[in-house]
């Protein structure tokens, strides 16, 4: 059975349908119990710190009432406008050190959670113009700061979220092969990576080939699924502009058998969408191509099309496929 997860902060979208009567936003705990109405459903990603105020025991319990569980944390350093030059990468060590002992201390609360898998997503690290940096320092402080939090619970999975930019003009791990060249030379055995289909796409990728990468150098750690047209973080539903790279990805990934969640990262609150009624279209569209993607082993037809790299032949055979023919 496919596990599925979801971006918390999506299910503030249209809060006034849900609460009426609210006034401000909704708490991480009010979006996790909305979050929960979304037919087959099963974890939650939280956000550290901002999701995690309390006792991390007590709100993997407040999770759990709600029939959901924590996949893992995810790092975010926009919310301390001291990061905005940069977190393991600002130029000041005392910054960069502050930096590092917040992010172990998000590893202990997935500890604490029994939810030991966290996701950098190190977007303040990069830089806006020539002349900037130093960039052999930048990657230095880089690295040494990822080993130190991988070291600090050798139990917990560290994944790299990579994404070419934003909301710096260019990120420090933009892209697949950097990440893995990065994870080559911190050198320790509980890094991963995470794909995200949306800046996989705008980072100039190609989703199943990035994810044969990750498989061949490190391990895939987190697979996050959304859509857009490949200029941006678009956030778009699932399938809803490449369903056949999509399909792709995951056909790729379950040869490869990943066996982690799904985790919808899309915007619903970008565009005034229900975001239950969007959650459970995503899981749909998945449960649909997991389908398809469980066929193509055995479609001859595109075996051999792929053998051959004959692109007209197994055009058709997606197509017949995909079309239930």
Sequence with gaps: MTRFATRLNSFAAKAETAWPDLSGKPTPMMMAERAAKVPGLTHVDLNYPDHVSDDPRVVKARINDFGLEVNGLAMRYYTNPGFKLGAFTHPEAAVRREAIDLTKR??????EMDAPLMTLWLGQDGFDYSFQGDYNR?????????????????????SIEY???????FALLPDVATTLLAIDEIGTGNLGVTIDFAHVL????MPAYAATL?????RLLGVHLNDGYAKRDDGLMVGAVHPQATLELLWQITRDGYDGVIYFDTFPDASGIDPVEECATNIETVERLMKIAGKLDGDNALKSAIADQNSPLSQRAIGRIMAGC
């Design 106 to 111: 998000g590893i202990d609360a997935a500890m």
């Design 138 to 158: 930048m990657w230095q402080d880089e690295i040494d700061a990822i080993r130190e939090v991988a070291e600090h619970a050798p139990d917990c999975m560290i």
């Design 163 to 169: 994404k070419p930019n934003e909301p710096r003009s």
């Design 202 to 205: 705008y980072a100039d990728e």
């Design 214 to 218: 990750v498989k061949r150098r490190s």
